[in-house]
DNA sequence: ATAATAAACGGGGTGCCCCCCCGTTTAGCA
DNA sequence: TGCTAAACGGGGGGGCACCCCGTTTATTAT
């Protein structure tokens, strides 16, 4: 009587430490690795059996969610760090590198965070829309003072970090095509034409 | 005596036959399913033994080289009408487009060039490097214009129509996002600074 | 035409992985 | 201290990449 019906058992203690475990080892296996590790190795580093595992995160990407959410207070420290720069044309360059260096935390997460990006029912797409907004912030301010392009969306902002972040994937050998590609999104191939 | 020691025995004519049906079955399931499909598929579907497509094609990579070149025609055919093109700037706007719709050919494929771009063993890598040339012909065109700007480098053009291209499997559903995402590419996303 | 021979074939094996079933264990609660 | 639902995990099915090795076959020389 006392307490409803639906009053629920705890849960149990080894439920929680079984998670703790597996997000522990999922880390250092992604982040050496890279977001196409094996789960089972996930599993095994953690000391549980496979099944565990999938009871706890259903998909990769819901794995993937989970760790991103817990790195997610690096990223708003960064937020907070850009907010006092007062030139909102480069609060929003430095936010896009800072976008861009956070997609870089695991080998392979920008191509879940693309797929994510259209699906309704993936765990990815809450953090996608997350950035999303956080870009938004950046961009209005930097609108107001016609400091970028009154066209843009901040979903254009966030997928042009996303491929930025690809990209780098492949040019870590090549320093200077990072900075290119960076200035590239920052100012676009063409020149201003100007009359002849 | 006729004919030197080297001289060799010509190739079993099943040799040339099986080699064309794994492409035609090849080019069909990777039309369909993506770079990532599965190499026992083709080969079930070309009617010869898995052993046999790695005889041929000792990685995915090799058989997705040589379908790349099959198609380059194409891609050639794209170039000359663009050639014609009198002004060099949209010239190397058209150029950026239909590289960007070549690198569509196959779901997936992005990925692998990326990853050859620095390989240089990988057999994708001279098809990287075949488009990195073609693009450094409008893009020196462009600049000797003042269309483009002069820091740039056709790799760089290169890497960003890939980018683009990858880009473009998330956002299929929202035609406008690829269009900003092009716009963004050819002006970036600051607006030109006016001294206030 | 036929035998010799080297090239090419392909069934099947290994190892890894995802994913789930289901009998067993265990922590929480009365 | 016993009951019960929650959580566990070994193991199995299915799929794939990749390769081994006994067998077939097209070509060439006789």
Same mark, same amino acid.
């Given at each position: 009587?006392?307490?409803?019906?639906?009053?629920?058992?705890?849960?149990?203690?080894?439920?929680?430490?079984?998670?703790?475990?597996?997000?522990?080892?999922?880390?250092?296996?992604?982040?050496?690795?890279?977001?196409?590790?094996?789960?089972?190795?996930?599993?095994?580093?953690?000391?549980?059996?496979?099944?565990?595992?999938?009871?706890?995160?259903?998909?990769?990407?819901?794995?993937?969610?989970?760790?991103?959410?817990?790195?997610?207070?690096?990223?708003?420290?960064?937020?907070?760090? !850009?907010?006092?720069?007062?030139?909102?044309?480069?609060?929003?360059?430095?936010?896009?590198?800072?976008?861009? /260096?956070?997609?870089?935390?695991?080998?392979?997460?920008?191509?879940?965070?693309?797929?994510?990006?259209?699906?309704?029912?993936?765990?990815?797409?809450?953090?996608?829309?997350?950035? !999303?907004?956080?870009?938004?912030?950046?961009?209005?301010?930097?609108?107001?003072?016609?400091?970028?392009?009154?066209?843009?969306?901040?979903?254009?902002?966030?997928?042009?970090?996303?491929?930025?972040?690809?990209?780098?994937?492949?040019?870590?050998?090549?320093?200077?095509?990072?900075?290119?590609?960076?200035?590239?999104?920052? /100012?676009?191939?063409?020149?201003?034409?100007?009359?002849?």
């Amino acid at each position: 009587m006392a307490g409803s019906e639906t009053r629920l058992r705890r849960s149990r203690a080894d439920f929680e430490r079984n998670r703790s475990e597996i997000l522990e080892s999922a880390e250092k296996r992604f982040s050496k690795e890279g977001v196409g590790t094996s789960l089972e190795a996930v599993a095994r580093d953690a000391g549980v059996g496979s099944a565990t595992l999938y009871r706890h995160f259903p998909t990769r990407d819901a794995l993937l969610a989970e760790l991103l959410s817990r790195r997610e207070s690096q990223l708003l420290s960064e937020k907070h760090r !850009i907010e006092q720069i007062v030139d909102s044309g480069s609060a929003l360059e430095q936010w896009m590198a800072a976008l861009e /260096d956070f997609f870089g935390a695991f080998e392979g997460l920008p191509g879940p965070l693309r797929s994510a990006f259209l699906e309704e029912h993936n765990p990815l797409a809450v953090s996608c829309t997350g950035f !999303i907004e956080l870009t938004g912030q950046f961009l209005g301010a930097a609108q107001r003072d016609g400091k970028a392009h009154s066209w843009l969306r901040a979903r254009d902002l966030f997928l042009a970090a996303l491929a930025l972040s690809w990209v780098r994937g492949s040019s870590l050998a090549d320093e200077s095509s990072q900075q290119h590609l960076r200035a590239l999104s920052r /100012d676009g191939y063409a020149s201003t034409n100007e009359a002849p």
